[in-house]
């Protein structure tokens, strides 16, 4: 009978442990310790259930990412840092960093816009990231740059546009999808067009945004739309009200 509690035990401080593993997010910002508003991100992330692990720019890239269930590269990374160097990542992807859309190969780098708004508008309301959201969304409150694409030349879902472009700034890539080198995803990506200077001025509704861009790409988002005016709690990888 010990022995039969003993292996329980430790049976069950190993699927906590690989739990809160498997509820990691890789951070990949510009400076460690973090600053704002990487800082905020990092807060909002940890509100969802997540831990996060955090890694500046000026590591080698890709950092190693054993245990983690996504990485999210914040948009106060230089692109040239990055690139292509987690294309091949079979770990679902957060991006904010308009110019690494390239080299995702999922648009031509002519494609690229970043324009000063509040506003972005839903163009999925019924997709579930959009959490209920529809119409022109005041995101920001006052105008600050917003990173959209043109156009996008592969597969995906536009989930809303940055209203003063015009141009998608919130887009989903399901794994398996295939870039316009022919190759596939080989796990989820998402972009959502926050520059590091709009994270510090967002409203209530452009955080529900990210969040639940965030939950997507990680597979914790049902098919049910969110409220913006309600929480969000993760608990062992359930979303609950």
């Not at 997709?127 to 156009?151: C, E, F, Q, Y």
Request: aromatic fraction near 8%; include cysteine.
């Amino acid at each position: 009978m010990r022995l039969f509690l003993l292996t329980t035990l430790a049976l069950l401080v190993f699927l906590a442990t690989f739990a809160m593993a498997a509820d990691k997010i890789v951070l990949i910002t510009d400076v460690v310790p973090l600053v704002e508003p990487s800082i905020s991100i990092k807060t909002h992330l940890t509100a969802l259930g997540f831990t996060v692990e955090e890694h500046a720019q000026t590591e080698v890239q890709p950092v190693p990412l054993t245990g983690a269930a996504g990485v999210f590269i914040h948009e106060a990374i230089g692109s040239a840092s990055i690139t292509s160097l987690y294309n091949k990542v079979a770990i679902p992807i957060i991006n904010t960093e308009a110019y690494i859309l390239d080299d995702w190969k999922v648009t031509k780098q002519t494609a690229f816009d970043v324009t000063d708004g509040t506003l972005v508008t839903i163009l999925d309301p019924n997709n579930a990231i959009a959490g209920g959201l529809k119409g022109d969304v005041k995101i920001s409150t006052v105008a600050a740059a917003i990173g959209s694409s043109a156009s996008f030349d592969v597969d995906f879902k536009a989930v809303a546009k940055a209203t003063a472009s015009g141009f998608t700034c919130l887009a989903t890539f399901e794994k398996g999808i295939k870039d316009l080198d022919g190759v596939a995803l080989p796990a989820r990506r998402a972009y959502i067009g926050y520059q590091n200077v709009l994270v510090p001025t967002l409203t209530r509704e452009g955080w529900t945004l990210l969040e639940n861009t965030v939950l997507w790409a990680l597979g914790r988002l049902g098919t049910t739309a969110v409220e913006p005016t309600r929480k969000l709690s993760l608990t062992w990888g359930s979303i609950k009200n």
